[in-house]
């Protein structure tokens, strides 16, 4: 495994050395430069910074609708990440964050760069996502979110993509816009052992009222989780369930 400067640096020769001759070539840099966001998103701010700077580095050089897509996904998501874990280190979720510190110039910004993106009319990957985080970024409460157009954008990206994880965050949108029995049924269509399926399952029987499966799901899906935080987070939401039980 490369250390994540090894990743950073070469993120870097990539972004400095290539001549975009293929869609192809900047469409593996546009992959590099998304993992290293996501790996500096879930540690360290400075790599992630790191991610975004290059990112618009690249975004000044090749006038591409994707590597503004991406650019905006990037700013759009950083501008949350004030709000996304505890002082203890413990993770928030999107809809328990305090949305007051999130950073409204941020969020602007990236707005802004997916707006000019997306009037060229050749939507990709990248901007189906930014606007999936912009919908977010857009709603003062989590009860304002505008979940029956984030649907349609999802139904775009698994369009675009195919993707599994589309799919599966598709059914969680579901569940918000039409209630968790839809989602269920959205969920039901999916492998179950794609990450993160038994905590969307658990979420979704929660918000059914199906508080003994959401809480066995919950405990279950805490044992698989990808890293530490998840998994802590994943087991205070079973501990709560079943506290609720017992009362």
């Known amino acids: ?15 400095s050395g290539v001549r975009f001759d293929s869609p192809g070539d900047l469409g593996t ?3 590099v430069l998304y993992l290293v966001f996501n790996e500096g998103y879930s540690g360290d701010v400075d790599i992630a910074g790191e991610a975004i700077r290059l990112t ?3 975004a000044a050089m090749t006038d591409d609708e994707e590597v503004a897509g991406l650019l905006a996904l990037m700013l759009l998501h950083h501008a949350r990440r004030p709000s996304r874990t505890r002082p203890d280190g413990s993770l928030v979720t999107l809809a328990e964050q305090d949305r007051s510190r999130w950073d409204t110039s941020l969020v602007a910004e990236g707005v802004e760069v997916l707006r000019t993106a997306l009037a060229r009319d050749r939507l990709g990957e990248f901007q189906a996502q930014a606007a999936i985080a912009a919908l977010h970024a857009d709603a ?3 009860e304002e979110t505008d979940w029956v157009q984030t649907v349609e954008w999802y139904d775009e990206l698994v369009r675009l993509t195919g993707s599994p994880v589309a799919r599966l965050n598709r059914a969680v949108a579901v569940g918000e816009a039409d209630g968790p029995r839809a989602g269920l049924a959205a969920l039901a269509g999916l492998d179950p052992a794609l990450p993160r399926h038994t ?3 658990a979420y979704l029987h929660e918000r059914n009222g199906d ?8 405990a279950e ?5 990808p890293n530490l935080p998840e998994r802590d987070h994943l087991t205070r939401q079973a501990a709560r369930l079943n506290a609720q039980l017992r009362g």
């Open 29 to 31: 840099v546009l992959r």
């Open 221 to 225: 899906a805490a044992r698989s989780a």
């Open 199 to 201: 905590a969307a399952a």
């Open 1 to 15: 495994e490369a250390t994540m400067a090894q990743r950073i640096s070469r993120a870097k020769r990539t972004v």
């Open 211 to 218: 508080l003994g499966t959401a809480a066995r799901l919950y």
């Open 140 to 142: 003062r409460t989590p």
């Open 56 to 58: 618009r580095q690249l």
